[in-house]
């Protein structure tokens, strides 16, 4: 009996290592979308609390909406979000780039 909970409680927390957060989530997409590591960490940050996981798995989209060889530079991240269409999502990306960008 002992080995078992033993068993289970190991399992329990490599599963538990294994959950992804929603700010990772952001990272990952933003990254995909091809802006910069160190940008999309900073935006990640800041979006991942401000946003709701609907809005957060919208921004999966990034990456579907970018053209081949087309920059990852704020305005390309700007109208890829506005083609999503949600304005909160606009204002808090719009936010998080330009505080990222600048501070750069």
Request: contains cysteine; hydrophobic residues 45%; glycine residues 6%.
């Amino acid at each position: 009996m002992k080995r078992a909970l033993l068993l289970l409680s190991v399992l329990s927390l490599t599963l538990a290592g294994c959950a992804v957060t929603p700010e990772q989530r952001v990272n990952a997409a933003l990254r995909q979308a091809g802006v910069p590591p160190r940008v999309a960490n900073c935006m990640a940050e800041r979006m991942a609390s401000r946003l709701s996981i609907e809005q957060l798995k919208e921004l999966k989209r990034l990456a579907a909406l970018r053209e081949p060889g087309e920059s990852a530079g704020p305005k390309h991240i700007l109208r890829a979000v506005e083609a999503i269409g949600d304005p909160e999502i606009v204002r808090v990306t719009t936010r998080a780039a330009l505080g990222c960008y600048i501070a750069g």
